[in-house]
């Protein structure tokens, strides 16, 4: 331990104590000791510090009516800029907020792998691919907290949905838990070096992230060498015993008292060894030791922020289409500016991430402001799916007059938010309905796409000039304005690949599962690992982005043709820009492995290398791969593991763009046992894993599956969600009443999705840890006795007996908030 000193001193109840929260944001304090009460606070991409004085009477709940911060982009945004060096100066500024606001912790990154586009929370994640993801997030680590203010990791792990978060049970083979699923979070561990670590909600093969000591334990601790504070995501502690002994330090937010209560018991009665709770402690008391740098004076410039903020978005804007040169936009056009979006921008996602900006652009004034001369119509309603007759024709007879229409459209608040998944990748009709009508109107129309996920575009082929923005924060109009004008020369390339159809996608067949289970069997073919092995054509592919320049690549060596998996090798290669404009290119290197036992990918992406360069400029690029980037997860030997046999490095401009390519042998220096699935799991060979057999998944799973849904003969218990009550006669009536509740005060959209997620699908055991005592442990007996078919008068008795206490705890709850 390294804080023995302190721990010696401190009573068995207060040690209890710093195992939880003690309200919805703060940890304990003892100021015996020495140790003050420290404050973490909602990220990634911003902070989201509740003002409790707010006095807006419009604020709609407790997500909203926080302290004015920047809204930085979204992950999913940042991510395509492939800049690492800008996501830290990013990290950095995310810092100085924090210590303006006295906040020890962000809560970010969110480094959760993309493994459907239908995931509610994609926007919060930088991608399908986890060599990138923990390139990204080690740097965002690394920024925040070389101002001395503390990072969270998370979710840990495999959740990589939002339907049933709390309950779902993620089985996921393991080599593609270590391939894919856990690769972010070694490297931002092992490099990063979080403060903290926030475990999932889910289960994963069985058991909770919360006490999964394999995972918190075995893996995050011993393998990885992490030492620091593993706090549950918000609500997801199930038995905080079980979670200490498995390698958890912090419960958040408080029980109210309840489960410091357990963990004392549990060291009386001998089911919980002191020595044990001494160490998780002692990270508690390390963590708020190294916050003293929150609790000094600390400003920050809210203009250079905001125009980071704008630097960044525009640097992550991806050129997806750009026919005959429609772009740049030409100041002596009249550009035409079409769409709600253009006005109003979405430009953040929804749910804990949300941020009350300090600014807001708007593309319509930022591109006036830079002397277009812009006309503007609405074309729909942001709050309205169905297409507006009225408004279309509008937009039709604004672009009949113009040079060029400009149409903003985009995925709405509705589509997609944190709490629940998108049932499909469509855009809302409404918008598509806009660019078919304005595209007959005008041949010179160009499409400014917004959203955090892969979407559906059915009028491709009617358009010029395709830009997106994805979720571009606060100065996010500013962007785009800077991109249409050719103020900036967009260098973005996508981080997730955009398939043609949903169906497509790998996990289509098996997400977001059954009741109880989502089973992986897609195993390591995620994204562009699918696609490519499959041969499947997409809409478009993983690292794909248009410049208003072109670049030339050529000249690759390898400083060696052969070698042991010890050493490493250097790749070199010249990239020239051979256009007239200044740019970025983003040069991706990939590994394949032609020829192997074990199952591979076609290409798996092992480094990558963002040059600028001036017209005509020529600049030799070198990066270096190790073993890691020719290496397998050999569930043998449960270690990484590279097969003797010929490599090929392969050097592009995306997945489906390879325009170098070199040979290297590699030998093994290890022996081995190499799995084979030929003959028990022959889909995985040929990568088309749809309508997968059990005893192919089982095969490379090795274990029977788990039952996929809930006995309805069993009893109610406290880790069941009113969803799965349903099946009851009395939680079928509930159901309904929620229902309706929810539609009368939900107003409609997000707000009411997230609140019928929240109300009918987190464990009954949360209606009393999240609520501080408010809703008591007898009180969740009662209602589960209800459930049961129980004496409905005895239940109604003890609702009645503790009302009392529930309304004198009430406003400390509302207050915590």
Same mark, same amino acid.
């Given at each position: ?168 049970? /993620? ?99 001998? /089911? ?244 109880? %289970? ?149 030998? /093994? ?28 998944? %089982? ?119």
């Amino acid at each position: 331990m390294k804080h023995k000193d302190i721990i010696d001193k401190l009573s068995l109840e207060q040690k209890a104590a710093f195992c939880s929260g003690k309200d919805f944001w703060h940890l304990y304090s003892a100021e015996n000791v020495g140790l003050p009460e420290i404050m973490v606070t909602d990220g990634p991409h911003g902070l989201r510090k509740q003002n409790k004085e707010r006095e807006d009477k419009s604020v709609k709940g407790v997500l909203d009516g926080s302290f004015p911060a920047t809204c930085f982009p979204a992950a999913a945004t940042t991510s395509c800029s492939w800049d690492t060096d800008m996501i830290y100066e990013m990290g950095e500024a995310l810092g100085e907020e924090c210590l303006k606001e006295k906040v020890s912790v962000l809560l970010g990154p969110g480094i959760n792998i993309k493994r459907s586009p239908l995931c509610g929370r994609n926007f919060e994640y930088f991608s399908e691919d986890p060599f990138l993801t923990g390139e990204m997030g080690v740097n965002f680590i690394n920024g925040v907290q070389s101002k001395g203010v503390g990072t969270s990791l998370k979710h840990f792990a495999a959740n990589n949905q939002e339907n049933r978060r709390m309950t779902i049970d /993620s089985i996921v083979d393991e080599r593609a838990l270590r391939e894919i699923y856990l690769t972010g979070f070694e490297r931002c561990v092992k490099d990063g070096k979080p403060w903290t670590v926030m475990n999932a909600y889910n289960r994963l093969n069985g058991t909770y992230c919360s006490e999964n000591e394999w995972l918190l334990s075995d893996v995050l601790r011993k393998e990885w060498g992490y030492y620091g504070v593993v706090v549950t995501d918000w609500g997801a502690e199930n038995d905080i015993v079980l979670g200490l002994k498995a390698g958890q330090n912090l419960e958040m937010p408080s029980s109210g008292g309840l489960n410091p209560a357990k963990i004392v018991e549990a060291v009386k009665n001998k /089911s919980l060894r002191e020595e044990v709770l001494n160490e998780r402690v002692d990270e508690v008391v390390d963590l708020i030791l190294k916050s003293k740098e929150s609790f000094k004076e600390h400003s920050f410039d809210i203009d250079k922020h905001h125009a980071l903020a704008r630097k960044i978005a525009a640097n992550s804007v991806v050129l997806l289409k750009n026919k005959d040169e429609i772009l740049p936009l030409s100041n002596n056009q009249t550009v035409a500016v079409i769409g709600h979006m253009a006005k109003e921008p979405r430009y953040q996602g929804a749910g804990s991430s949300l941020i009350n900006p300090t600014k807001l652009d708007n593309a319509l004034d930022e591109l006036s402001n830079l002397g277009f001369t812009c006309c503007f119509a609405q074309g729909y309603d942001k709050a309205v799916d169905i297409p507006n007759q009225d408004m279309i024709d509008g937009a039709v007879r604004l672009a009949n007059t113009a040079d060029v229409a400009v149409v903003f459209i985009g995925l709405t608040e509705v589509y997609e938010s944190e709490g629940f998944d998108r049932k499909h990748i469509n855009l809302p009709p409404a918008h598509n309905a806009l660019v078919k009508a304005v595209a007959q109107a005008n041949k010179n129309t160009v499409v400014v796409l917004s959203g955090g996920a892969a979407v559906t575009m059915p009028w491709l082929e009617d358009v010029r000039g395709v830009v997106h923005g994805f979720l571009g924060g606060q100065a996010g109009g500013g962007a785009i304005a800077d991109v249409l004008s050719g103020k900036v020369n967009p260098s973005g390339k996508l981080t997730e690949t955009y398939p043609l159809k949903l169906e497509d996608n790998p996990s289509y067949e098996y997400f977001p599962g059954n009741q109880l %289970t989502v089973e992986y069997r897609e195993s390591i073919y995620v994204g562009y690992r699918y696609y490519d092995k499959a041969l499947k054509s997409v809409l478009f592919p993983f690292g794909y982005g248009l410049s208003y320049t072109t670049f030339e690549y050529s000249d690759i060596v390898l400083d060696k043709t052969e070698m042991d998996d010890t050493d490493t090798l250097t790749v070199k290669f010249t990239i020239k820009n051979t256009g007239n404009v200044d740019g970025a290119e983003v040069a991706q290197v990939y590994v394949g492995s032609p020829s192997s036992t074990i199952f591979r990918p076609e290409k798996e992406l092992k480094a990558f290398k963002k040059v600028f360069l001036k017209a005509g400029e020529e600049k030799e690029v070198s990066v270096t791969l190790s073993k890691r980037a020719f290496a397998y997860y050999n569930v043998n030997i449960h270690d990484w593991h590279v097969e003797t046999g010929e490599y090929t490095v392969l050097v592009g401009a995306s997945s489906r763009d390879i325009l170098l390519s070199a040979s290297v042998k590699i030998n /093994s220096t290890v022996t081995a046992d190499i799995p084979d699935y030929s003959e028990t799991a022959p889909a995985y060979y040929s990568g088309i894993i749809t309508n997968l057999p059990d005893r192919q998944f %089982t095969a490379l799973l090795g274990r029977e599956l788990p039952l996929s849904e809930r006995d309805p003969s069993l009893p109610i218990d406290i880790n069941c969600t009113l969803e799965m009550a349903a099946a009851t006669k009395r939680g079928e009536k509930i159901n309904k009443l929620i229902s309706t509740i929810i539609k009368r005060i939900g107003g409609g959209g997000v707000n009411e999705e997230m609140m019928k997620a929240s109300a009918v699908q987190i464990p009954i055991r949360c209606f009393v840890t999240m609520s501080l005592g408010v809703f008591s442990w007898p009180m969740a007996q009662a209602l589960i006795d209800i459930l049961n078919g129980k004496s409905l008068v005895k239940a109604t008795g003890v609702f009645i007996k503790n009302l009392p206490a529930t309304l004198k705890k009430l406003p400390e709850l509302m207050k915590s908030l």
